[in-house]
């Protein structure tokens, strides 16, 4: 699969050179030449047949993309030995045909020789991912350009990569190959290298990642018959070592297999030889020798990474590289879309936190104005209850005022009450309305004393109003508190206890105005109860003293004593007159007996109190 991906990589760009109108479609003439040269490159065998009948003329038009992969994968791809084939024939025959299309260094001069471009198109191809167009990350063009850099010895200019990774269209679309090669031709990273150099870092960076080779260079080894020291050229892969005779790697001289039976380890000088190592394995063990202590670490770990590829079953180090930085960008950019989901997410919990505070607020707003209008309606009612107050006071007062006129009144008609013995009949009458006024009393009690109970139970529920209303402030303001950690629940919450607020408030109201009724009934009852007991006292005093006889000199006559009776009368409430001759005329029949007078005066008296 991943060699069937490496070709589809460089067949894509040939197919797309020869799109010359850019549709998408190429013409069939032109993919029966591509078809035939890409057999002869894969080392397959021809089969006109089969490619005449796919690219019959009776078709319709040129062949898309789509239409050409089925026999693409079919008849070429699926017949793919590895081994039987040199990869880089391929490479560069699809180089030839999309670099003649693509590939115009600016003026015709530029900085990469042709097979320089070539070695960083195929680099280009073997970095970038399985998706078509073929495009770059930045940070695989910045990991190949340091590669570049570290091989011709200089160091990669921050600004220049940062320049050109930060053009529109890189940042839209990302990094194509031509766009990459012309950077490279700019000449940026090579100012005060010389060709030669940059030809020669290329090529170093593209066996190293293109040839799979994972270390070149030369070192000493130890013959296994003659036991003599030559100098070799060694090629280190994951899975082989090979040395030859030179560094155009034309004569090999032998190779070492390695897998997870091998092992590498440093010697210590001997036959005169320095910086000396081995490789250990099953059958036989390899004595070499570094120009010097850097090198021989570098080639101990480079073939301790072989081991370690070849025991994980990998036949490629930058391939594997190549799928950790894969992994690490798509976890850096899964990492910044957390991050911004996150604060997308605090962004609208902080809006939805001011909006929930903006509301709270204003229902601590209302809640204050209800308290501020129940606080004056509470003072309202209690100045109206003052005035009440006062005016049964006045009232009380005036009726103190009346009865003690009365009292003199009665005073100046005690002395005339021996002469009225002919009003005896009506002091009979007025006993017994008296006894009616006691009936009426007890009545007025009765009542008193019933709505003094209704009062009592209203009082009773008013409190339990109240209590329910103070239980609910509690648990409104628990409520309040609440909201600082749990903030969704809190409207809902704060509506149904406003509404039950509401509620009670307005229940608590119609509680008071029963209330108010009653306090006007009790007063009534109250008014008529001390008017009765007036009435009863005034009248039982009037009583006592028509008991005594009439002293002698009185000179008023019974016509004049009943014209200031009935002055009298005219003067004081009309059931004050009543009582008056009922009175009067309780006497007219026994007013011979002053024993019976005196004792009826005393039960009265008695009844009274």
Not at 280 to 301: F, G, H, I, V
């Given at each position: 699969m991943e060699l069937r991906a490496e070709l589809l990589k460089s067949i894509w760009y040939a197919f797309t050179s020869l799109d010359v109108e850019k549709s998408g479609k190429v013409s069939k003439s032109q993919l029966k030449v591509l078809s035939h040269n890409l057999y002869t490159a894969l080392n397959i065998p021809h089969d006109p047949v089969a490619l005449e009948d796919h690219f019959r003329d009776d078709d319709d038009g040129p062949v898309s993309n789509q239409g050409y992969m089925p026999y693409l994968n079919k008849f070429i791809l699926d017949k793919v030995v590895e081994g039987t084939f040199d990869k880089e024939n391929v490479d560069v025959f699809c180089w030839t045909l999309c670099a003649k299309k693509n590939y115009r260094p600016k003026d015709g001069v530029g900085v990469l020789l042709d097979k320089d471009a070539f070695h960083l198109w195929c680099i280009f191809n073997f970095l970038s991912e399985d998706k078509y167009p073929l495009i770059l990350a930045p940070e695989e063009v910045e990991y190949l350009l340091k590669k570049i850099c570290l091989a011709m010895s200089v160091e990669l200019s921050c600004v220049d990569m940062e320049d050109f990774i930060s053009q529109e269209p890189v940042q839209l679309s990302g990094i194509t190959v031509w766009a990459f090669l012309d950077f490279v031709n700019t000449g940026r990273l090579t100012r005060g290298v010389e060709n030669d150099s940059v030809t020669m870092a290329i090529d170093k960076v593209y066996q190293e990642i293109v040839g799979n080779i994972i270390k070149e260079g030369y070192l000493w080894k130890k013959g296994h018959l003659r036991r003599n020291w030559n100098e070799r050229w060694f090629s280190l892969r994951p899975s082989t070592l090979h040395y030859y005779v030179s560094e155009d790697r034309k004569e090999c001289k032998g190779c070492i297999e390695l897998d997870h039976n091998c092992c590498v380890e440093v010697l210590p000088e001997k036959e005169g030889?320095?910086?000396?190592?081995?490789?250990?394995?099953?059958?036989?063990?390899?004595?070499?020798?570094?120009?010097?202590?850097?090198?021989?670490?570098?080639?101990?770990?480079?073939?301790?990474?072989?081991i370690r590829l070849c025991v994980e079953g990998k036949n490629s180090l930058h391939k594997d590289l190549k799928l950790r930085r894969r992994k690490l960008r798509e976890e850096r950019e899964r990492r910044r879309t957390t991050k911004e989901e996150e604060l997308q997410r605090l962004c609208l919990l902080q809006g939805e936190k001011e909006s929930k505070l903006a509301e709270l607020e204003l229902l601590q707003e209302a809640q204050r104005h209800s308290q501020a209008a129940l606080l004056q309606e509470e003072q309202k009612r209690r100045q109206k209850h003052e005035e009440l107050q006062r005016t049964l006071q006045d009232q009380l007062q005036q009726a103190e005022e009346e009865r003690d006129n009365m009292q003199a009144e009665m005073a100046l008609k005690d002395a005339e009450t021996d002469r009225q013995r002919k009003r005896i009949r009506e002091l009979e009458e007025m006993q017994v309305r008296l006894e009616e006024a006691l009936h009426q009393e007890i009545r007025a009690r009765q009542n008193e004393e019933a709505y003094r109970l209704t009062q009592a139970s209203l009082l009773v529920e008013e409190e339990e109003k109240m209590k329910v209303l103070l239980a609910l402030q509690e648990e409104q303001e628990q409520y309040i508190l609440k909201t600082q950690r749990e903030k969704q629940e809190l409207r809902q919450e704060m509506v149904t206890k406003s509404q039950a607020l509401e509620e009670a408030q307005h229940q608590l109201e119609k509680v008071r105005a029963n209330r108010h009724r009653m306090d006007q009934d009790i007063a009534t009852a109250q008014r008529k109860l001390r008017q009765a007991s007036t009435s009863v006292k005034h009248w039982n005093v009037q009583m006592n003293r028509l008991m005594h006889p009439i002293g002698p000199g009185g000179e008023l006559s019974c016509e004049g004593s009943i014209m200031v009776c009935k002055a009298k009368c005219e003067q004081v409430p009309v059931s004050n007159s009543l009582s008056f001759l009922h009175s009067l005329s309780c006497f007219r029949s026994d007013s011979l007996l002053p024993e019976r007078r005196l004792s009826l005066g005393e039960n009265m008296v008695n009844r009274d109190t």
């Open positions: 030889k320095r910086c000396m190592f081995c490789v250990k394995t099953l059958t036989k063990t390899y004595e070499m020798s570094a120009p010097d202590t850097k090198q021989r670490q570098e080639w101990t770990t480079a073939i301790q990474t072989a």
